[in-house]
DNA sequence: CGGTAATCGAGACGGTACGTCATGTCTTACA
DNA sequence: TGTAAGACATGACGTACCGTCTCGATTACCG
């Protein structure tokens, strides 16, 4: 994310190397990313400037840019921190049904609680124009969880849970696709109930 | 989408209700929705600028403005004309698998021939902020292939292809949900394979 | 004023000439000069539109440019019209003070009693850069004027109320001058004790 | 004209106190000034567009509309700016004659080289309607010359020039309002010798 | 302890698009 | 032919935001 000048990528926490310089503000690093997500979940990305972030979190817009290339970077990065926290990382229930439920609910009520669907339609509008961006998206929404979807079907293959050669891509995306389409179209509710119905599905399909 | 003053909306095409007054440019209607779909495919929706519209098409931008209220409704109709055109109306293969081929394979094919995923991302965008961009969003991309897809399960369900009991909804979502979702995320390829695989997956679902 | 197609011009009263066609309404034609002189009173010239014109006289946009070539143009006969009503066409009162005062008096009252300043001011304003209307503007406002006061002087001379070879053009700037000059200015008031003042200073400046 | 944040107006030229933030750019305020003299002497206030200055220079439009409310504002200050340079400011020249001849010809001199009338007319037109932009105006274009002119004939007062009791306001309008008349109407020419008529009939009025 | 270097705040700037509005022309149907 | 209705091209308006920039002030380290 950030545009480094000298030395490696230090995105998250920079190994501490002592630097020359007034080093950087942690405070202000992290009142631009909680204004952010507010702005972010309260007038969505179009409606959030980049001047109303700079005064809410009381700091400069070139400081901003000094270490975001871009709204849409910044809008990035704060809402995966907001999201991370709750994140199960470590899943193994001992069922496929189980993995997938522990994946899947937690989703579910994460981007009901709160208006992260505009958030999130915003963010994959921008990454189908931004190569760059869509790299990042993909590297910090899209990959950990297939990753993990990926582990659990794995594992239930290895209890003999499933029948060998499932495409597990085509399965995942059976998963979080229909998740993503009542979340993005809001045509029909997106709860628990429905989870339970995906999840019922797919597993019913890979049944033989 | 029209403004419309007295007398009902029309906005398809008015009865030949002789009007006073210069009748509406059909040819700015049309140049504006065809400048507006070549602008929005090669630039995106936030790339496109009426401005460029108003110039492609050989108008002034007040032209615009009194028949769309925004830049996103204008879009809005400028794909779903485009779209329309070949969308295969009528469908009735006689099985249930025909029938859903029917309308997914068209839909890919349709999806990849030009980048309408950034189109169609921009859209849901829009529809998440604003409420009545939302109502004419669904009546125009959803609702109607989900009615289409209710027919062709109650068709089945007739034939007693399927079960009774089946939750329709949640089974378009399964079939329509994977699609979006490779369109938007483009972790994996969008293709007549991945629709047949899909297909596949929810017949075997149903199945008991 | 008029843009004549066929014949002389025609723009007070046509001579009953019975032409071809439809008349034109007398009706249409005084509810716009109305409307207009309204509109200018109370918003200016820059404040009051065609459409606000037309829709006030109920008439139609085009009617209005059938007869006037511009808003300024409809402007000037407007005023002229509204104007022209009280104005005292014959004045022989015996002195010259009592002819001064009977021409500057009711000149002030009228000016006075509607905020005629602001669109003579802008009158004036177009006229500095279209000779078209300058010219009209000078027909209607400016010359009669003059020339009522030049007659005014050739009087009093002729009764050897002022000496002979007085420059009339400088007298008659140095009384229309300064009524202008505070109602354009307002800087000060503008009354019937500023005429009489003005008036006694310039006869005598008259008398030796 | 410009819109105080805190602190006292420093329309003219703020004093050397260090402020943080990037300064104004001084040579863009000029640019400013002098490209919207220029066009307002060759197109008039209404032709005269804030593009226009911008492009001419070399400036975005938001910085002018950060610095003048409108466009009637920045030509005020931007006429006034091109008046100021030569304008005598000192004049004491002893006698009544010479104080006047010492105000009024280089007024007249300057209005005839350029076309400012039309500028001129088109500044009162505004300060007719806009109450803000008509103090500004006064206090520009007005009250100094009134000043002037006031000490001037307070002078030729203590000298026993002129009368005890004359009316200064009326004297002035008297002096200034046919200037300003045969300005806007050009119904004769405004030159020196009317000047020296003006002047002379003036005095003549105050000797008894 | 003074110098060096980077960060931070404030905020001006060029650029670009937005959506609005007014002028004056044009097209149709009706009188 | 004149008129009402109203669509249209043109083009200015004033606003908002983006991302860059120039300052002076601040906060570290390093010699």
Redesign the pocket.
């Known amino acids: 994310m950030r545009v480094e ?2 030395g490696p990528a230090v995105t998250e926490r920079a190994a501490a190397v ?8 942690e405070q ?2 992290l ?1 631009i990313l909680d204004a952010t997500t507010e702005l972010l979940l309260e007038h969505g990305l179009a ?9 809410r ?11 975001w ?4 970077a910044l809008a990035l990065e704060a809402v995966y921190r907001a999201w991370k926290g709750e994140e199960p990382s470590q899943i193994d229930t001992g069922s496929l049904r189980g993995d997938l439920r522990a994946m899947l609910v937690p989703w579910v009520r994460r981007v009901r609680e709160r208006p992260y669907g505009r958030v999130i339609a915003a963010l994959v509008t921008e990454a189908q124009t931004d190569p760059t961006f869509e790299e990042q998206y993909r590297t910090r929404f899209v990959e950990p969880r297939r990753e993990q979807g990926r582990a659990a079907f794995a594992r239930a293959a290895a209890r003999g849970e499933i029948p060998t050669g499932v495409d597990v891509d085509v399965a995942l995306d059976m998963l979080y696709g229909p998740l993503y389409h009542r979340l993005l179209h809001r045509h029909a509710p997106l709860n628990d109930r429905f989870v339970a119905d995906v999840i019922d599905a797919v597993l019913r399909s890979l049944a033989r």
């Open positions: 000048r000298d002592p630097r020359r310089g007034r080093p950087r503000s202000s690093r009142a409606g959030a400037s980049m001047d109303a972030v700079a005064e979190a009381g700091v400069s817009k070139a400081t901003i840019y000094r270490w290339p871009s709204k849409e």
